[in-house]
Every structure is written in C-alpha cells, then in structure tokens.
Nanobody, 126 residues
Framework: QLQLVESGGGLVQPGGSLTLSCASSGLSLNRYKVGWFRQAPGKEREGISCMSSADYSTYFADSVKERFSISRDNVGGTVDLQMNSLKFEDTGRYYC???????????????????WGQGTQVTVSS
C-alpha cells in the first residue's frame, strides 16, 4: 500500500515561490505516475500537473503553465512541484496522487489515481 505525504506548503506573498514535495512511505515512487491537484474553498478539485516515470511525459493545467514545473528526485524519492510567480488564486490545499504506470503510463491531464495524500496548504497573501 502506497502512502503519500505532501510537504512544503505555507504562506507566501504574491509573486513568491514555493516547492511542494510528494513522498511515499515504504515504496519508491519510481514506477508511479504522480499527479498534483489543488482545491480552493468552495471550488472543485483541479488537476494541475502530472509526471510519469514510464515515458517522462508531463502535464500542466493552463492555470499554472509557465509558472509551475514538476521534477522527480530519484535520490530523495520525491516528486516535487516548483511553484513560481504565485498568485492569490493559487491559494488552496494541494494534494499529490499516484498510480502504478502499469495502469496508464502517459500523463493526459485526465488521469485517474489510486493513492492520495492528505494535502498541504498553500496560502498566497500579502
């Protein structure tokens, strides 16, 4: 059973940067497709990024494209979401999710996931 833990959230001013990390307890993320989602109060959950370990494909939602990037730290065993030029509307709870690439290796932006973390809060405020 894969257990995911997000870290790196916090309070940041508009225009600032944060890096979120998704780690798994026990199993390595190296064979998983990992996605990042966020949910703001009163809004639906939004899939914002994905990275596949199988074909190295990535996905970014239009709302974060050119500002966010995703990378895999094979040494630390994490998948990190680098968030730059943060805006008020980036505020929300951020979740990572994973699925074995046997069930889908390519990031499409409409991926389904089997495992979810508890999330980490990101607040963009002046």
């Amino acid at each position: 059973q894969l257990q995911l833990v997000e870290s790196g959230g916090g309070l940041v001013q508009p225009g600032g940067s944060l890096t979120l990390s998704c780690a798994s307890s026990g199993l390595s993320l190296n064979r998983y497709k990992v996605g990042w989602f966020r949910q703001a109060p009163g809004k639906e959950r939004e899939g914002i990024s994905c990275m596949s370990s199988a074909d190295y494909s990535t996905y970014f939602a239009d709302s974060v494209k050119e500002r966010f990037s995703i990378s895999r730290d094979n040494v630390g065993g994490t998948v990190d979401l680098q968030m730059n030029s943060l805006k008020f509307e980036d505020t929300g709870r951020y979740y990572c999710a994973a699925i074995d690439t046997l069930y889908g290796s390519h990031c499409t932006g409409r991926d389904t996931y089997a495992y979810w973390g508890q999330g980490t809060q990101v607040t963009v405020s002046s």
